[in-house]
């Protein structure tokens, strides 16, 4: 062979290895692309599933995407509120102003302000950062993502006007989101009804009959459309139900019998406590024609208190099937091997217990909520994990996840690295804000101090022996207050100094 042949034949072989070599990186490159997020935020929803241990309420979607994830079952949200829980979810910080305890939180922080250099949420950092984001529901506060009142036609202002690249929603027969969030099975609504209405219905309608079911036929659309696109999509769902009014479609409630359905366990009010700490359930009482009213002078009657715990977990049940149509839909097209789901519920919710119906107070009922999240290939399937995690860990996790600089100092930590590691118990607490409150969750109690006239100021819960914080034993124990306490005062952000 000549020497210019033999020069053509490895010119030939060096130019198709480097070819291989540009389709192997290509490959590579496309195969590394960032993962999908299926965001579903779930109103009023406290840890109250069967992964966490009760054995009557029926979630069998939530319990089964717990088994291919992980579910966290001491997961804290920062503000018993939806508004103010929704605005530390999206900026990943505890709030540090009066403002931020508020349901407009977002809202004001965002009203006429041009984009700038600082994301408005994470969800518009991920925008930035190469992801299509589509938000359908109540990610924020608003039902719809447009800022008006209950009573209003909708504005054209946008809640978070930077995060999104579509902000669609199906109001359908109720014609405005919050008529739809708080509506009936006849296309009524708290406010048309001027709330001579029931707090509960059981609707002789498919799951389309109230607006979840709507919400979820749009999302399965824009799911469709989502996987046709090549960039990595963040695809938020925000269903209304269990939220007030307990309203679901009758099959659900069908499920159970109703005297089954346990009660709480801790209906009295708390010894040795104010009953500042607590609150009369104004919201719960709007509902002019509930069967009893609640207050802090007397709990309603047993019977009455089963019928709303039914009507909640059938709620939660006609949740949890829209939560299953979904998973279904991401497994069918194809994307479950590339996509992130996180389900959180924006804060607890009080069903009876210390005498409330309702959030708005800084005990364990309103504070714990659900926290699922599931990964792809990671070996944490089936695992649920004990740690205390707080709502604003979520924002680091998922930038962690995606591969994403955080844009500024955040508040929480990844749990990135309890995912990889089921058998990993971190250290952590907790804090949460209302009422002119300050409380901190360790594994073992809850600390609380108020800025208030109304004594005790402080009250300690020691969970290993008094899980429903029945008995406040802050006198009691000063030791452990003081242990404690400048544990407690790092978690005030300023709120009230």
């Not at 291919?68 to 509120?81: D, K, Q």
């Not at 209950?150 to 989101?177: F, Q, V």
């Not at 210390?354 to 309103?366: L, P």
Request: charged share 25%; glycine share 8%; with cysteine.
């Amino acid at each position: 062979m000549n020497c210019l042949k033999f020069g053509r034949m490895k010119n030939l072989a060096f130019f198709i290895l480097v070819v291989f070599s540009l389709v192997s990186c290509a490959s590579e490159k496309k195969e590394e692309k960032a993962p999908n997020i299926l965001f579903i935020s779930i109103d009023d929803l406290r840890a109250e599933l069967g992964v966490y241990g009760n054995p009557i309420i029926q979630t069998p979607n939530l319990d089964e995407l717990a088994t291919t994830g992980m579910a966290f079952s001491n997961h804290f949200v920062h503000v018993p509120t939806c508004g103010a829980s929704r605005s530390s979810l999206l900026t990943g910080l505890r709030p540090r102003t009066r403002v931020d305890l508020q349901n407009n939180a977002i809202a004001v922080a965002t009203k006429d302000k041009p984009e700038g250099a600082v994301p408005e949420s994470f969800v518009h950092h991920l925008k930035r950062n190469g992801y299509y984001t589509v938000g359908i529901g109540k990610i924020s506060h608003s039902a719809d993502g447009l800022v008006y009142g209950y009573t209003d036609e909708p504005s054209d202002i946008r809640e978070l006007p930077y995060s999104w690249d579509e902000r669609p929603y199906d109001a359908g027969k109720w014609g405005t989101g919050w008529n739809a969030f708080f509506g009936y099975a006849d296309g009524e609504n708290r406010q048309s009804k001027k709330r001579q209405v029931k707090p509960y219905e059981a609707g002789e309608v498919e799951d389309d009959g109230y607006p979840d079911g709507l919400t979820t036929n749009l999302a399965l659309t824009k799911l469709r459309e989502l996987e046709q696109q090549s960039k990595p999509f963040f695809l938020g769902v925000g269903y209304f139900k269990p939220h007030l009014p307990f309203n679901a479609p009758k099959k659900y409630w069908d499920l159970y019998d109703r005297n089954e359905i346990p009660i709480a366990q801790n209906p009295e009010i708390p010894e040795s406590i104010s009953t500042k700490s607590l609150h009369s359930s104004g919201e719960f009482n709007g509902y002019a024609l509930g069967d009893e009213k609640a207050s802090l002078e007397k709990s309603v009657s047993d019977d009455y208190a089963r019928k709303l715990n039914h009507a909640y977990y059938a709620a939660v049940s006609y949740i949890d099937h829209q939560v299953g149509i979904l998973i279904e839909e991401v497994n069918k097209l194809g994307l479950a091997e590339n996509t992130i789901i996180v389900v959180w519920g924006d804060h607890g919710w009080h069903l009876g217990d210390q005498r409330v119906w309702g959030k708005h107070t800084i005990f364990e009922s309103a504070l714990k909520s659900t926290l699922v999240i599931k990964v792809p290939g990671k070996k944490s399937s089936g695992k649920t994990n004990q740690s205390i995690v707080e709502t604003v860990d979520i924002y680091p996790t998922l930038l962690e996840l995606s591969g994403i600089e955080a844009p500024y100092e955040l508040d929480g930590q990844s749990l990135v690295n309890l995912i990889d590691d089921p058998a990993l118990n971190q250290e952590n607490v907790a804090y949460s804000y209302f009422r002119k409150g300050i409380s901190m969750r360790t594994d073992r109690y809850r600390l609380t101090k108020y800025f208030r006239e109304e004594t005790p100021l402080i009250e300690l819960y020691d969970h290993e022996t008094d899980p429903q914080e029945s008995v406040n034993i802050a006198s009691n124990f000063p030791d452990i207050v003081a242990e404690l306490m400048p544990l407690l005062e790092k978690g005030n952000t300023g709120l009230y100094r």
